[in-house]
């Protein structure tokens, strides 16, 4: 058994400690061990899919790496979509914004919320594509969206983060004062009656 087999046994054996240590090792095998984590990544096991995104997000290569993270954004498991978002933290890539944008969407709020940091940290380029999903049906994606607006510090954004101030939503209307507060735009925000 060669050392990358081995490092891959360990990171499905189900013993953590194992499985964090092949996850820090992999990286460290290049190309090599990109390949063979997409290659596990077929298994039906939830839990070894995670720990191989989990092994992913160690590697520099974002451009190699995003499509796989974008795909398992899609992944059944919430944990698997969670490890993903995640991985987007650690690899913010303009080219993943359209896959996170639409996991402001999951149902699992903890997935948006980490998609949401990774659009934080992908900057002014998730702008527009945020600004529309202020205009969206799903009241948890514009929660999300107009979060990671306020955060991003981005001058585009001064008429959406205003727009939000109208909503019914004391959360949509904190995180816009906020966005707005940061782009030092400080002014007394009343809604007319």
């Not at 190309?31 to 989990?54: N, P």
């Amino acid at each position: 058994m060669t050392e990358l087999d081995a490092l891959c046994v360990d990171l499905t054996c189900g013993d953590d400690v194992r499985a964090e240590a092949a996850a820090l090792d992999l990286p460290g095998f290049g190309d090599t061990g990109l390949q063979l984590l997409r290659k596990m990544l077929q298994t039906q096991d939830s839990d070894g899919r995670w720990w191989c995104i989990r092994a992913l997000a160690g590697f520099e290569n974002a451009a190699e790496i995003t499509p796989v993270l974008e795909a398992a954004l899609n992944d059944e498991s919430d944990e698997v979509r969670q490890a993903a978002a995640m991985a987007f933290c650690h690899h913010p890539h303009p080219q993943a914004v359209p896959a996170l944008i639409r996991a402001l969407s999951d149902k699992d709020l903890m997935t948006a919320k980490l998609a949401s940091n990774a659009l934080i940290l992908v900057g002014s380029a998730a702008t527009p594509h945020l600004l529309a999903v202020l205009t969206g049906a799903n009241p948890s994606a514009r929660l999300e969206a107009v979060r990671a607006l306020a955060e991003i510090k981005d001058p585009a954004a001064i008429p959406g983060l205003m727009k939000a101030l109208e909503t019914d939503s004391a959360l949509m209307q904190y995180w816009a004062g906020l966005g707005l507060d940061k782009l030092g735009v400080g002014m007394i925000y009343l809604k007319p009656e």
